[in-house]
Structure formats: C-alpha cells, structure tokens
C-alpha cells in the first residue's frame, strides 16, 4: 500500500494504470497511416521528372472494355508495347493492347485510365484534331470546348501531316494530365504542343482551354523519344 495525501491507494492500482497507458500507446501505433497521402505527383524536367506514384485506391476503368490500372506511374521510357498504325491521311498514331485506343470509328477512343492510356490519347487528339476535327471536336471538353469547335470547323486549310517523335509529361493525376506531345515537321525542325486530356464519362477527352495551347519550336533532347 502507498499513502498519498492521507489516501491509501493499493500498490495494484499502479500497475493498472501503467498498463492502461501502454495500451494506449500502442493503439496510437497502429492507427497513425503510413506512407504518406496517396496524391499523384505532377512530373516535369529535364528526366522528365518523373515523379513515380502508385495508385492502390480504386480508379474507375474506361469505357469499352478500356479497363483502368493499379500502375498510375507516369512513363519515363518510352512504351513497348506500342504497334503503330497509319491512316488513311498518313498520319501514324501508336496502339497499345492495353492502353488504347480500343475503339477505331468514327475516331481512335476508349483509352485505359492510367497515365499510359493518358499518353496515348493525347497523342492521338494531336492527330484526331488535324485528320477528322468533325467527328473529334464533338469530345472535347473544357471551358473552350465551344470556341475551339468552332474556331477548328471554319479553318478548312489541308494540315500538314507531321511525325510524331516523342513526349514529356507535364503532369498527372487520375482526373486530369498534361503531355507535351513532340512533333517533327517536314523541314526535319521540332515543334511540341501541350495536350490537356481530362477523364470525362469514361475515357480521356481534350480539354480545351480559354486560351489555345500554342506549337513551340523545341529541342528533341528534352523529351522521350517514341516514334514509328
């Protein structure tokens, strides 16, 4: 027994208590997460910064059996599973099993919803909004969706075909990525365009903005190479 304060208190009450708060401690332990949040970091630089996350949440799968991805890492190297496909314009735009496009008609769609299939569809909106702008601005979405539909509709001028030669992300997060799309022109010069994709009712669509996104003449060495 241990007298305190004119109290007799029982020496088994002590070790009660220590134990109570050892068990809390240990509670505290377990519960505290670990690794960090689970945020999808952007990617950028001359490595292409590319900032690896791994999305363990669920991420909702693509339309037409698209599917989705537990790998939300962006690339930094090129695919290897990319067969590359010409059209009937000549322009030659990159397929994936797994990526996309599953879909062909009226326009290349049905992209898997990772950063792989992010890749892939903006791609293809580069080649898309030049080969058959009819049929691919009705997808477009974004605050200029309207502008640029009309805006690409009235310019009837035949586009160039270019050769797709690379690519850098920008950055990346399940609902929304920005790939800088690397183009050889004819001349043999570089230009790149930045393709805003959004994940919007089950598949990656342009997002247009306020602003057009400008062509930039560029250095090829800042970017992965990928090309036909």
Same mark, same amino acid.
């Given at each position: ?49 590319? /900032?690896?996350? *791994?999305? !363990?949440?669920? =991420? ?6 698209? +599917?989705?991805?537990?790998?939300? #890492?962006?690339?930094? /190297?090129?695919? *290897?599973? !990319?067969?590359? =496909? ?6 030659? +735009?990159?397929?994936?099993?797994? #990526?996309?496009?599953? /879909? ?20 293809? #909106? ?103």
């Amino acid at each position: 027994m241990e007298n305190k304060g004119g109290v007799t208190i029982p020496r088994w009450a002590f070790g009660l208590a220590a134990a109570v708060v050892a068990l809390l401690v240990v509670l505290v332990i377990v519960l505290i997460p670990r690794g960090g949040d689970n945020s999808n970091t952007s990617a950028s630089g001359g490595s292409n910064g590319a /900032a690896q996350s *791994k999305a !363990t949440s669920t =991420v909702a799968a693509g339309t037409c059996g698209a +599917g989705t991805s537990d790998d939300q #890492a962006v690339l930094d /190297a090129a695919p *290897k599973d !990319t067969t590359w =496909v010409t059209t009937d314009a000549g322009w030659t +735009g990159p397929v994936s099993k797994t #990526a996309g496009p599953k /879909a062909n008609s009226p326009i290349r769609n049905c992209f898997e919803h990772s950063a792989e299939g992010a890749l892939y569809a903006a791609v293809w #909106a580069t080649i898309e909004i030049n080969e058959a702008p009819e049929a691919y601005v009705q997808t477009v979405v974004g605050p200029g969706a309207d502008a640029f539909r009309e805006s690409r509709l009235k310019d009837t001028k035949t586009r160039t075909v270019v050769h797709v030669a690379g690519y850098r992300y920008v950055s990346y997060t399940p609902e929304r990525a920005t790939v800088r799309v690397l183009m050889q022109i004819p001349s043999g010069s570089y230009r790149s365009v930045d393709m805003v994709m959004e994940w919007h009712d089950g598949d990656w669509h342009y997002w247009a903005p306020t602003t057009p996104s400008a062509v930039n003449s560029v250095d090829p060495d800042e970017f992965i190479t990928w090309e036909a």
